[in-house]
């Protein structure tokens, strides 16, 4: 599984964050040959930072589109991830401005990129569960369920796969693979994703581990928001299998695919927060009930019926396992100063 990136060129944007370090690790294991362009990783401490990484990088903003085509240009990579973005609901109440110009014309940028680097055969760009129009019921969301967006955040993204869509109706029509183009491209829908290594600010793991260094007690709100929870490896390892088919030239997988837990997986934001605390003791939690000064959704959950059945994914880690490893890569990082990524990683494959 995923020898096809053995030594294959790949290109991340967004390799600074949470999702793009673990990805380029991952790509380290399985041998890739990757380069990335991002903006400087913004928390202290770093995931990109401690794993001091000596792979390709360049530090630039999305939204300079001339400097991220020299970038990729360079490179010459054969697949292509995107992952940079804002991906922060409450900061894109703050600044929309931002979250659209980084959202939407940095995928335009991307998209537009890849337009002029003809060696570039297949191109994953990633989204978000919050894509959908979230009716707040029970269902799971399907592929082919509407886009939506109460907040600016998911509303951005879901443009983003409206863009994305038009490019290859436009450019990379499917009926004219192999005869005008050679380039694939798909999105990705994920949320909820959890693991060592994010510091970001109002997330629910960072939020706890945060306090509990400094012996404080995590104020948790929306203690019963139903959320599907999966590790970062399981969320990735559907990114990877997904670009493997669009290298392999499959047209038919160049299209949505939900990357999510089984539903009866799905857990509120209390019940996570007290496994953590059963792992870590040091872990002080405490439920506040306080009006929102922003919409948050109460409930959602993907269905990942597709990418089971047509992809052949599946989770490895259930959410019991995914809080634990996540919990344990802190602690370890805490309390012995050890970086846990390739050895879960490891874990994880094998």
């Not at 400087?40 to 000596?54: D, G, K, M, R």
């Not at 085509?69 to 973005?85: G, N, W």
């Not at 089971?308 to 309390?335: C, D, F, H, M, R």
């Amino acid at each position: 599984m995923l020898e096809i990136y053995k030594n294959k060129k790949v290109f991340v944007t967004g390799h600074t964050g949470f999702k793009g370090t673990w990805l380029c690790s991952f790509l380290d294991t399985i041998g890739a040959i990757h380069a990335g362009y991002s903006l400087e990783p913004n928390t202290i401490p770093s995931h990109f930072q401690l794993l001091n990484s000596n792979n390709i990088s360049t530090i630039g903003d999305i939204s300079n589109i001339t400097a991220l085509k020299e970038s990729i240009r360079q490179f010459q990579p054969e697949i292509l991830f995107h992952l940079a973005a804002q991906s922060l609901v409450r900061e894109s109440y703050k600044n929309p401005l931002n979250t659209y110009q980084t959202n939407v014309m940095g995928t335009l940028n991307v998209l537009e990129s890849v337009r002029e680097c003809s060696s570039i055969k297949a191109v994953v760009i990633i989204t978000t569960d919050k894509v959908y129009e979230n009716k707040e019921w029970i269902y799971p969301y399907r592929e082919n369920d509407q886009l939506g967006g109460y907040d600016m955040y998911s509303s951005s993204k879901a443009c983003a796969e409206i863009l994305t869509k038009s490019y290859q109706s436009s450019y990379y029509n499917l009926e004219e693979y192999k005869k005008k183009h050679e380039v694939l491209i798909a999105t990705a829908r994920a949320g909820n994703v959890i693991g060592g290594g994010d510091w970001s600010t109002d997330r629910l793991f960072p939020d706890i581990i945060k306090a509990t260094v400094d012996k404080k007690t995590t104020k948790i709100r929306n203690p019963y928001a139903i959320r599907p929870w999966q590790h970062v490896l399981d969320c990735l390892n559907g990114y990877l299998l997904l670009g493997e088919k669009l290298l392999k030239g499959n047209q038919e997988f160049a299209n949505a695919w939900n990357f999510a837990p089984y539903s009866f997986e799905s857990k509120t934001v209390s019940e996570v927060a007290e496994m953590s605390r059963s792992i870590w003791q040091d872990i002080k939690i405490e439920y506040i009930q306080t009006g929102n000064e922003y919409h948050e959704a109460n409930l959602l959950k993907l269905d990942n019926t597709k990418a089971i059945s047509s992809l052949g994914w599946k989770p490895k880690w259930n959410t019991e396992k995914a809080i634990e490893q996540t919990v344990n890569w802190y602690k370890e990082y805490y309390l012995k100063g050890n970086l846990l990524t390739y050895n879960q990683i490891e874990v994880f494959l094998s």
